[in-house]
């Protein structure tokens, strides 16, 4: 069974810009959440959703933002980009309530 | 602010030794303690995890223990091996996805 997939793995964007990042869970999987990793913060999480419905939120700027297809595939979008939103962005799926997170490899985003 | 704290930062371990890293919790709603393992250009994957109503749980080398009223939990790695050289995050949550990680445990197995 394949894996989360997201692409592209790496980008580079200039401070401003926005940027948009994708997820493929796992098959089967209808929960997707997204996680920013960074040395200084750790990793945190941004958002969740299920069956198109954002269910969860956590502390980030309204730049910040995601939608849920119907075949659950995910996307997230940053707009006005910052040099602070360089990090490495992982999506991560499960099955439903209360089972294990499968992570992807995470888009790593540079903003220069 | 992290409201999962792990320690140590950093730990070296010689092969065949014993690994332990430790996380402390405030929150008593939480009641999922995952254990991801993350390797240099990899997402986490999940190690183990255990709830609330059981103080140990155990799958092969890995073992975490499970301190209630501490509000405490920890990681053991028996016999150490070079391919557990990696860097190890505890996590909680209230069931609801929203996982909140400690700051990591980066751990070399020496040969």
């Known amino acids: 069974k394949a894996g989360v997939t997201q692409t592209p793995r790496y980008l580079i964007k200039t401070r401003g810009q926005q940027v948009t990042l994708s997820c493929s869970p796992i098959s089967g999987h209808r929960s997707v959440s997204w996680y920013q990793q960074t040395p200084g913060q750790g990793l945190q999480f941004l958002f969740e959703y299920f069956s198109e419905t954002q269910r969860n939120k956590g502390n980030f700027p309204g730049r910040f933002s995601g939608r849920q297809f119907s075949n659950s595939r995910s996307e997230m979008n940053v707009s006005t980009l910052e040099l602070g939103d360089s990090a490495l962005y992982l999506c991560?799926?499960?099955?439903?309530?209360?089972?294990?997170?499968?992570f992807g490899n995470g888009t790593r985003l540079t903003v220069t | 602010q992290q409201q999962v704290k792990q320690s140590p930062q950093s730990l070296i371990v010689q092969k065949g030794g014993i690994s332990i890293i430790n996380c402390a919790y405030e929150n008593t709603a939480f009641d999922y303690f995952p254990w991801y393992q993350q390797f240099p250009g990899k997402g986490p994957a999940l190690l183990i995890a255990?709830?609330?109503?059981?103080s140990e749980k155990k799958e092969g080398r890995f073992t975490i223990s499970f301190n209630k009223s501490a509000k405490q939990f920890s990681l053991h790695i028996m016999d150490s091996q070079p391919g557990d050289s990696a860097t190890y995050f505890c996590a909680a949550s209230m069931s609801d996805y929203k996982l909140s990680f400690g700051a990591g445990t980066t751990v070399t197995v020496r040969a």
């Open positions: 255990i709830r609330p109503d059981v």
């Open positions: 991560a799926s499960s099955l439903e309530a209360i089972s294990p997170l499968h």
